[in-house]
């Protein structure tokens, strides 16, 4: 079993800036991807951004690229998203999630893909 806890989500002002973080642990573990995701009241979950386990490819969606960045520290099973000049529409439940994977560079930004998910950590943005 692998268990996550992110940590970092709270309130802040449209403009703003927050860092989650995701601590990973539990069984051995090695050669894992690892990605975002949110969900807002009344939405679908939407993934957000994802990382490979060499750390050496990134995906974002669309709404966020150029504002978000995703990085990880596999030597503390720790993967961030730190999000700056954040919008109202940002506002979600953010959960990190995460899979064994076979390829270093290999990405993952379908939700069925990933294998363990934390409980969510929650972003409110104000206008």
């Known amino acids: 079993q692998v268990q996550l806890a992110e940590s970092g989500g709270g309130l802040v002002q449209a403009g703003g800036s927050l860092r989650l973080s995701c601590v990973a642990s539990?069984?051995?573990?090695?050669?894992?991807?690892m990605g975002w995701f949110r969900q807002a009241p009344g939405k679908e979950r939407e993934f957000v951004a994802s990382i490979s386990w060499s750390g050496g490819s990134t995906w974002y969606t669309d709404s966020v690229k150029g504002r978000f960045t995703i990085s990880r520290d596999n030597a503390k099973n720790t993967v961030y998203l730190q999000m700056n000049n954040l919008k109202p529409e940002d506002t979600a439940v953010y959960s990190c999630?995460?899979?064994?994977?076979?390829?270093?560079?290999?990405?993952?930004?379908?939700?069925?893909?990933?294998?363990?998910w934390g409980q969510g950590t929650q972003v409110t943005v104000s206008s």
């Open positions: 539990g069984r051995t573990l090695s050669r894992y991807a």
């Open positions: 999630a995460f899979v064994f994977t076979s390829g270093p560079n290999r990405i993952y930004t379908e939700s069925y893909e990933y294998r363990y």
